[in-house]
C-alpha cells in the first residue's frame, strides 16, 4: 500500500488520507485547519491535498467558457466522419506588412488524423488543427469575420487573446450556417493564442478549436528564418470506425492524455525534419493552446541567445536553456545552430515529449 511520509508528521496509508478527507466534508480551508492542528506539514502536504481533492470533487461548473452569458453546448461532442488525408502542417510563418487586416474563419467539423494511423473526430477552424497561423502588426486594425459551416453539429465562438474587449459583446457563440463580424486593433506584440470560446470550453480546445495569432512590433523584428508551434494534448476514446472522438472525463483530470503535439500531429517532424541554414538566425515563436499540459520549449544542442515572455520584445531574457508556457501563453525564442546536424526541438517535460511534442531541425 503507497504512503506519504510528512516530515513532522505521521505517515498515512492513501486509504487514511481519503478518510482525513472525508472528516473535513470537502472543505477546503477545514482541511488545512485540521492537517495544521495534527502538526502535518501543510506547505509539503497541499499538493497532495488538491490532488485528492480533485480526484473526490466533482467540478463546480464544467461548462465554463469565455463569455458568461453564453449558452453551453453540454454534452456536445465531435462525430467521427470520413478522415482527411494527413498534411503536415507548415510551420514556417509567413511575413506581413503593417496595415488593416481583414481576417475570416469557418468552424468545421473535420476528422483528422493525431498521430500515424490514429484519426481524430475534431472541430476545427478552417478544417484544420490548429487552425492557420495568423500574423498581422502591432497597431494594426483587424477586421475579424467568424462563420460556422452550415454542416457543422454544434455552435461555436472565437476569443482572441490579442484582443481587448468585452466578452460577452464579441466573442458570442453563433449557430452553424451563421456569422458574426466585428473590429479590434492589435495593441500588443506577442504569441497570442486563439480559441473557441463557447462552454465547455475544455473540450472545444480539447476537440481541436485553437491557433495562433502573432503579433509584430512595430519597430518589427530583425531578419531570422521563423517557425511557429502550437502545442497542445489530446485525451482520446474509442469511437466509430475505428476513429477517435474526445475524451471529456479524461480532459478534466481523471485519466491522462494519450499525445501531446505541435501542430496537431505527434512527431511529424521527426519523420520529415524542418530544414533550416546553419549559422544564421533563428526564431521561434511557440503558443501552448493546452489544454492542460505544459510546455519546457528547449532546443537540444543550442543556447537560446536571447527568449521573449509572451513574444513581446520588451520582455527580453537572454542565454536561455529553455523556456516555460502555461496552457494559453506564448513565447519566442531566438537562436543559431552554427553547425550542421539534426537539432531535436522538445518539451523537455520528457513525458511528453515521449508522447509527440518533439521537432527535428535540420540545420544545413
Same mark, same amino acid.
Given at each position: 500500500m503507497s504512503t506519504y511520509q510528512f516530515p513532522t508528521g505521521p505517515t498515512l496509508a492513501a486509504d487514511e488520507l481519503h478518510h482525513f478527507l472525508e472528516a473535513t466534508g470537502g472543505d477546503r480551508r477545514a482541511f488545512f485547519r485540521r492537517a495544521a492542528a495534527l502538526g502535518l506539514a501543510v506547505p509539503a502536504f497541499g499538493g497532495l491535498a488538491q490532488r485528492a481533492f480533485a480526484q473526490e470533487t466533482p467540478p463546480e461548473d464544467g461548462y465554463v467558457g469565455s463569455d458568461p452569458?453564453?449558452?453551453?453546448?453540454? *454534452?456536445?461532442?465531435?462525430?467521427?466522419? %470520413?478522415?482527411?488525408?494527413?498534411?503536415?502542417?507548415?510551420? +514556417?510563418?509567413?511575413?506581413? *506588412? $503593417?496595415?488593416?487586416?481583414? #481576417?475570416?474563419?469557418?468552424?468545421k467539423d473535420a476528422t483528422v488524423f493525431v498521430a500515424k494511423d490514429v484519426p481524430y473526430a475534431a472541430w476545427t477552424f478552417d478544417g484544420t488543427v490548429p487552425g492557420p497561423a495568423l500574423r498581422v502588426v502591432e497597431g494594426d486594425k483587424i477586421n475579424f469575420t467568424f462563420a460556422i459551416d452550415p454542416t457543422a453539429t454544434t455552435s461555436h465562438s472565437v476569443d482572441f487573446h490579442s484582443a481587448q474587449t468585452p466578452p460577452e459583446v464579441n466573442y458570442k457563440t453563433?449557430?452553424?450556417g451563421e456569422e458574426f463580424s466585428w473590429s479590434f486593433t492589435a495593441n500588443y506584440p506577442g504569441a497570442f493564442m486563439y480559441h473557441c470560446?463557447?462552454?465547455?470550453?475544455? &473540450?472545444?480546445?480539447? $476537440?481541436? &478549436?485553437?491557433?495562433?495569432?502573432?503579433?509584430?512590433? %512595430? *519597430?518589427?523584428?530583425?531578419p531570422a528564418q521563423e517557425l511557429v508551434f502550437v502545442q497542445s494534448d489530446f485525451y482520446l476514446a474509442d469511437g466509430e470506425n475505428g476513429i477517435k472522438v474526445p475524451d471529456y472525463t479524461k480532459m478534466l483530470g481523471h485519466g491522462n492524455m494519450d499525445y501531446v503535439v505541435f501542430n496537431? +500531429?505527434?512527431?511529424?517532424?521527426?519523420?520529415?525534419?524542418?530544414?533550416?541554414? $546553419?549559422? *544564421?538566425?533563428?526564431? #521561434?515563436?511557440?503558443?501552448?493552446? !493546452?489544454?492542460?499540459?505544459?510546455?519546457?520549449? +528547449?532546443?537540444?544542442? /543550442? #543556447?537560446?541567445?536571447?527568449?521573449?515572455?509572451?513574444?513581446?520584445? %520588451?520582455? %527580453? &531574457?537572454?542565454?536561455?536553456?529553455? &523556456? /516555460? #508556457?502555461?496552457?494559453?501563453? !506564448?513565447?519566442?525564442?531566438?537562436?543559431?545552430l552554427h553547425e550542421p !546536424?539534426?537539432?531535436?526541438?522538445?518539451?523537455? /517535460?520528457?513525458?511528453?515529449?515521449?508522447h509527440g511534442a518533439i521537432a527535428l531541425l535540420h540545420a544545413e
Open positions: 452569458q453564453s449558452p453551453s453546448t453540454g *454534452e456536445s461532442s465531435p462525430v467521427p466522419s %470520413k478522415p482527411e488525408a494527413f498534411t503536415q502542417y507548415d510551420p +514556417h510563418l509567413p511575413t506581413v *506588412e $503593417a496595415g488593416e487586416k481583414d #481576417i475570416r474563419l469557418v468552424a453563433i449557430l452553424p470560446g463557447t462552454p465547455p470550453v475544455l &473540450m472545444h480546445i480539447g $476537440a481541436g &478549436m485553437y491557433g495562433s495569432m502573432i503579433v509584430d512590433p %512595430k *519597430e518589427r523584428w530583425s496537431g +500531429h505527434a512527431n511529424q517532424y521527426v519523420a520529415n525534419p524542418i530544414k533550416v541554414k $546553419a549559422g *544564421e538566425p533563428i526564431r #521561434i515563436f511557440v503558443t501552448n493552446a !493546452g489544454p492542460n499540459a505544459w510546455c519546457s520549449f +528547449h532546443v537540444v544542442g /543550442a #543556447i537560446f541567445d536571447a527568449g521573449y515572455l509572451n513574444a513581446n520584445p %520588451k520582455n %527580453k &531574457m537572454v542565454g536561455l536553456q529553455s &523556456m /516555460a #508556457i502555461g496552457p494559453g501563453d !506564448g513565447i519566442c525564442v531566438e537562436l543559431t !546536424g539534426l537539432y531535436p526541438a522538445v518539451n523537455h /517535460a520528457f513525458g511528453h515529449a515521449a
